[in-house]
Structure formats: structure tokens, C-alpha cells
């Protein structure tokens, strides 16, 4: 009967130890998703502008690692230097703009665009109306210092 009782516990202690590990183990896991989910979230929610060197006015939200990615930013030089085919960086509105992919499909011929590479192109591009800003977005890669 004693032997019973102390295989009993033991299997009681057993138990009630796996259950307490299985919480452990699945608390920790469930704060490692959050932690997650708020770094992609910062990563992919911020608006690009406020997340920029110098100009962030949501510091206060800014997670303490670091987590945002921060918006380059190059002279009118820098953006100068591609100035061709090869490497064709182009500025609208102060943002830069790499359209090295849209030369030689662009409708109005290789010669045009090639005006507005390595130089603001506002003018020359807003004169434009088929243009749409928008359509460049996924080939901005900063902004004007
Ligand atoms: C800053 C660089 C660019 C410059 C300087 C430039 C210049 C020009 C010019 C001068 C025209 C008018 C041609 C004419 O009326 O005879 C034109 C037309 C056009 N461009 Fe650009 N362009 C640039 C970038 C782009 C890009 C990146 C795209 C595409 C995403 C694009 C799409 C077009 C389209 C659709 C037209 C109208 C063509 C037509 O009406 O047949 N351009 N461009």
C-alpha cells in the first residue's frame, strides 16, 4: 500500500511539473510572435518620410533595438554621378528615383528619358502628362539632401 502511495505521488509530481512547463515553455514562445509582430509592424506601417535620420517626429514610438529601417538621403553630386544608361538616377519633387529599368522601354524613346538621368527632372517629367509619379515608387531609393 505504501509503495502505491509513493508511485501515486510521484506520477501526481510528474504531472503537475509538465503542466507547469508546458505554460513556460508556451508563455515564452507566444512573447518571442509579439515581440515579432511589433518589429514587422514597425518595419512595414511607418510612413517612409517619418522614418528618416534627423526627422523622425515619432520618436516615441520607436522601438528601443532599432528595428526601423532609415530612409537614405544623397547630394545633388552624388545623384550626378548616374548620369547614363548604365546607371540612371533621376529626381522628381526632391525624391530620387533609380530608372535605369525604364530606359529602354520608355514610349517616347531612349533619348528623352536619358535627359533626366543624373539631374532634377521635375520640369521635364511634370511637363509630361502620361507621367505619374506613382508608377515610380518602387524605384525610389532616397531623398535629395
Ligand atoms: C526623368 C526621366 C524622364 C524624362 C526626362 C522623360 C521625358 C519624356 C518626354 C520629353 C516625353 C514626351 C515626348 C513627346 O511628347 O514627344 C515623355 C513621354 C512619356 N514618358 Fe517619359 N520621361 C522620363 C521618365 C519616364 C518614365 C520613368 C516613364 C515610365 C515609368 C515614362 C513614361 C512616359 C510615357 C508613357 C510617355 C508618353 C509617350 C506617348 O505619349 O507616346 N517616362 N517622356
Known amino acids: 500500500m505504501r509503495k502505491r502511495e509513493i508511485i501515486m505521488w510521484t506520477i501526481n509530481i510528474a504531472l503537475v511539473g509538465a503542466i507547469i ?8 514562445s507566444s512573447q ?5 509582430t511589433i518589429k514587422s509592424q514597425a518595419t512595414t506601417s511607418l510612413p517612409v518620410k517619418s522614418a528618416s535620420v534627423g526627422t523622425n517626429t515619432n520618436a516615441n514610438i520607436v522601438p528601443k533595438n532599432n528595428t526601423i529601417s532609415t530612409t537614405p538621403s544623397y547630394t545633388l553630386a552624388e545623384v550626378s554621378q548616374h548620369n547614363n544608361e548604365t546607371s540612371c538616377w533621376t529626381i522628381i519633387d526632391g ?4 530608372i535605369t529599368s525604364y530606359i529602354y522601354s520608355h514610349p517616347a524613346g531612349v533619348n528623352k528619358i536619358l535627359q533626366g538621368c543624373g539631374v532634377d527632372a521635375t520640369k521635364m517629367y511634370g511637363r509630361v502628362g502620361a507621367h505619374d509619379v ?11 539632401k
Open 95 to 98: 525624391k530620387i528615383y533609380d
Open 32 to 36: 518571442y510572435t509579439s515581440k515579432m
Open 134 to 144: 506613382a508608377r515610380l515608387a518602387n524605384t525610389f531609393v532616397g531623398n535629395l
Open 21 to 28: 512547463l508546458f505554460f513556460v515553455i508556451n508563455s515564452n
